[in-house]
């Protein structure tokens, strides 16, 4: 049985989404469905996420994606430079106290790339609420929200979705508190999707995608970390 917040099997998807390996060249497995908790869970969980595309009438679709290679960011391999070091003791780590705050910010359409849309948004709120989605804040000394990430958590998989910062490395530093819980916790995985510079600068490295299903399928089946496992948010 997976561990799930409340200590249940995860709920049934309606959609019978296509397999992770059916990924077109660009990693795009299929467009369509919804974004009901138990679709976006049953994607997580079968190595799929969701990120809107446009049609050739550049109209937004919902789009589901295995990239191959996949990023990770190894648990035991992330980069933390001296000067990194140095911002993490500016900061105080929260859990879960600012979801709808991490993801406006990140949703924020000024931003360079924004697919977050008021859907997505909406969507992952309500994950938050049900205890699946969770969000790993950088908070300043004054009680200001400096910056933070949100992604999905099943058994010992983080899947991440977005990050933001207002202040310099503070986005950095919510990764290195979000790693040192995972860790803690027992978890073995920590999805990002795709390798970024700014990633890969932290440790990120590509994994085929049958190594990533692989340790996929082992990471969902361990218990969920603590920090993670207390009930609906919010």
Not at 38 to 43: E, H, S
Not at 73 to 99: H, K, N, T
Request: contains cysteine; proline residues 7%.
């Amino acid at each position: 049985m997976v561990t799930t917040p409340a200590g249940d099997d995860l709920p049934v998807s309606r959609w019978d989404l296509p397999p992770a390996e059916s990924a077109d060249d660009d990693g795009l497995v299929g467009v369509g469905a919804d974004l009901e908790p138990a679709t976006l869970l049953d994607a997580y969980r079968n190595g799929l996420f969701p990120m809107p595309v446009a049609d050739a009438h550049r109209r937004q679709l919902l789009g589901w994606w295995s990239p191959d290679p996949r990023a990770v960011l190894p648990l035991d391999g992330m980069r933390v430079s001296r000067s990194l070091r140095r911002s993490c003791r500016r900061f105080d780590v929260r859990v879960d106290s600012a979801f709808d705050q991490v993801i406006t910010a990140c949703a924020d359409p000024r931003r360079d790339g924004s697919w977050i849309t008021p859907g997505v948004l909406a969507a992952y709120v309500r994950l938050h609420r049900l205890g699946w989605a969770h969000s790993v804040e950088a908070w300043t000394p004054e009680g200001k929200l400096a910056g933070g990430l949100y992604g999905v958590a099943i058994g010992g998989l983080f899947a991440g979705e977005s990050m933001f910062h207002r202040a310099t490395d503070a986005s950095k530093v919510a990764l290195v508190g979000l790693v040192e819980l995972l860790v803690e916790g027992g978890a073995s995985l920590l999805d990002v999707q795709w390798a970024t510079p700014h990633l890969r600068s932290l440790g990120a490295v590509d994994l085929p995608r049958r190594r990533y299903l692989e340790l996929l399928a082992r990471a969902v089946r361990q218990p969920l970390p603590a920090v993670f496992a207390t009930g609906a948010a919010g």
